[in-house]
């Protein structure tokens, strides 16, 4: 049996190569292949499961404070993750954060970092982020815009929301309070004009240009490539042909609720799994009961499987026994179809 691992990260506990190592022990002691395919949806790890950092460069952080955003260059490609220059955690959670003054300068100038090394081609994850300022901090920290001329960059956008829909749908997380929350709306509406105007683009009905606060419409604007965070990571990865050649499929997150099937890590490889005829289980941390699964996904919750102490306490050891569990239940899933356990398909 070879069973790709593509989880998500169980936020608070576990990254996503740690969730895949733990899996990993679940499927190894079946005697099966374990293949480890951390994912990401363009949100926090996204650098990571792109290979991981190896250049440091210091920037302005959400709140103006300087900040050590890591990234990474190879072959003058280079990948960045805006939350290493503007995320919320730097800002100090929600409680911490100003939400209106917060801003996207520091990704402006990691941009600017990457272009001074010779990028030809960027790639910068979008999620986690403090701030809803459209991107303006960025544009101007890049300034004029012939400096990006013959640069390919790729936005991964980890949301399909538009542009103003950023500060309805998020602002409240970064600390801001109702009234807020219409101002900043308010700017958006403003930075469109602003942006047709400047840049001759008219952002506000681009899918996924709310995402990171609309700095995705922002970088949008400069002639930047929106494309779903998800397809990003899973194109990089070679994900299909790895799961085209599995027998199964486990994924999994921290939180499975409706948006884990709207461009997130969990929906976007069950639907992939699917079309591929490969069959796909998810083990996830919480199982919201609003939530409709899609017809063949088995889903195995931490908290029901192992409980919320055991849970939260020690996460790897509670995502090994629930993958556990879920590989049993495909199991016996598997004999009562076919009155045997084997391989799936023979190639």
């Known amino acids: 049996m070879r069973v790709v691992l593509a989880p998500d990260k169980f936020r608070g506990s576990l990254s996503a190569a740690q969730a895949a190592d733990a899996m990993a022990v679940a499927v190894e002691r079946r005697g099966w292949d374990a293949v480890r395919v951390p994912m990401s949806d363009g949100g926090e790890g996204f650098l990571h499961v792109l290979g991981g950092p190896n250049r440091t460069t210091t920037v302005t952080g959400p709140l103006g404070d300087p900040v050590e955003a890591k990234w990474r260059f190879v072959r003058r490609r280079a990948v960045l993750e805006m939350a290493e220059a503007a995320g919320l955690e730097i800002a100090g959670g929600a409680?911490?954060?100003?939400?209106?003054?917060a801003d996207t300068t520091g990704v402006g100038e990691l941009i600017g970092a990457a272009l001074d090394a010779g990028a030809r081609s960027i790639t910068i994850g979008m999620?986690?982020?403090a701030?809803?300022?459209g991107g303006l901090g960025a544009l101007r920290a890049l300034g004029p815009v012939p400096r990006l001329a013959g640069v390919r960059m790729e936005v991964a956008c980890?949301?399909?929301f538009r542009f103003v829909e950023a500060a309805s749908r998020f602002a409240g997380q970064k600390g801001a309070s109702p009234a807020q929350?219409?101002?900043?709306s308010r700017r958006l509406d403003a930075l469109v004009e602003l942006y047709v105007e400047?840049?001759?683009?008219d952002v506000s009905e681009l899918v996924g240009s709310g995402a990171a606060g609309g700095l995705a419409g922002g970088l949008a604007a400069l002639g930047a490539n929106l494309c779903e965070g998800f397809e990003v990571v899973a194109d990089h990865l070679g994900l299909e042909s790895l799961i085209e050649e599995a027998d199964l499929v486990v994924t999994g997150e921290g939180l499975c609720d409706t948006a884990s099937f709207d461009g997130k890590v969990v929906g976007g490889v069950a639907e992939l799994s699917s079309s591929l005829e490969t069959p796909v289980v998810a083990v996830v941390g919480e199982l919201d009961p609003a939530v409709s699964l899609p017809e063949g996904l088995p889903v195995v919750s931490l908290l029901d499987e192992v409980?919320?102490?055991e849970s939260f306490g020690h996460a790897a050891v509670s995502v090994t026994a629930a993958t556990d569990a879920v590989l049993g239940r495909w199991l016996e899933g598997r004999e009562l179809r076919d009155g045997a356990v084997g391989r799936i398909r023979r190639r």
């Open 181 to 184: 929350v219409q101002l900043l």
């Open 307 to 309: 409980g919320p102490e």
């Open 127 to 129: 999620g986690g982020s």
């Open 131 to 133: 701030t809803t300022d």
């Open 158 to 160: 980890d949301v399909r």
């Open 198 to 201: 400047t840049y001759g683009v």
């Open 95 to 101: 409680e911490a954060n100003d939400p209106l003054s």
